[in-house]
């Protein structure tokens, strides 16, 4: 049997390469919730009460719409990995905007076999973390909690810790980890295995984070 969103989406990879805006138009009101998801995790913290989704998502739209010509002759790269890349870099460029001095922490870029991408950081995965395990009430416990999951985070292989941020918090499938680092479906979940069991060492640590996980 044909699963019939894998043809529309063949469809729509066609038209993009094609130079369909109108494709690209229908490619983000599909995909709007998972580039939501990027943006919730990958924003800094500073920044969400000053640009809002909306905002960021109208700015990557305009930054595809200028590269949609390019997409036709790029490597057999996916649509939604295509846009996620355009929306990561508008952040980085956002952040570097926005952020001034602070901009090598806010969007740190590290390069796996040549492949650049921006790096998820201790801290935002941190947030994520306490966000998920805690109420907002106790700010100075939930401050010291923080403090003790970013110590542990940063233990962790950079590699896997993007993996991590890749799988759980932004939900990609494995295979689209593989294409977004440009490694191998095997090799990513290899290290989404470590990076998972590096998490429960590290939740172990914090036990107020340990009852509730």
Same mark, same amino acid.
């Given at each position: 049997?044909?699963d ?11 038209? #993009? ?9 229908? #490619?983000?009101s ?7 998801? =990027?943006?919730?995790? *990958? ?20 930054? $595809? ?18 846009? *996620?890349?355009?929306l ?19 969007? *740190?870029? /590290?390069?796996?076999?040549? =492949? ?5 950081? %201790?801290?935002? /995965? ?19 909690? #923080? ?27 494995? %295979?689209? /980890? ?9 090799? $990513? %979940?290899?290290r989404? =295995?470590?990076?998972? *069991? ?16």
């Amino acid at each position: 049997m044909t699963d019939d969103s894998s043809v529309g989406m063949d469809d729509l990879e066609s038209r #993009l390469r094609g130079g369909d805006t109108q494709a690209l138009a229908e #490619l983000f009101s599909r995909e709007r919730e998972r580039l939501w998801r =990027v943006i919730h995790f *990958r924003l800094a913290e500073p920044l969400r009460g000053r640009l809002g989704p909306d905002d960021i998502l109208q700015e990557a739209f305009l930054a $595809a719409s200028q590269r949609l010509k390019h997409y036709a002759n790029s490597p057999a790269t996916s649509p939604f990995i295509w846009l *996620r890349m355009i929306l990561n870099q508008t952040l980085i460029d956002l952040h570097r905007q926005h952020l001034g001095a602070q901009k090598r922490d806010a969007a *740190r870029e /590290v390069s796996l076999d040549g =492949v650049p991408y921006s790096q998820a950081t %201790s801290a935002s /995965v941190a947030i994520q973390l306490i966000g998920q395990f805690t109420s907002p009430s106790g700010a100075a416990a939930r401050a010291d909690m #923080l403090s003790l999951v970013q110590t542990a985070i940063e233990q962790m292989d950079p590699i896997d810790r993007e993996v991590l941020a890749l799988r759980h918090f932004e939900e990609l499938t494995n %295979s689209e /980890v593989a294409e977004t680092l440009g490694i191998e479906q095997k090799a $990513a %979940s290899i290290r989404y =295995v470590r990076a998972l *069991r590096r998490l429960k060492e590290i939740l172990a640590q914090v036990p107020d984070l340990a009852k509730q996980a």
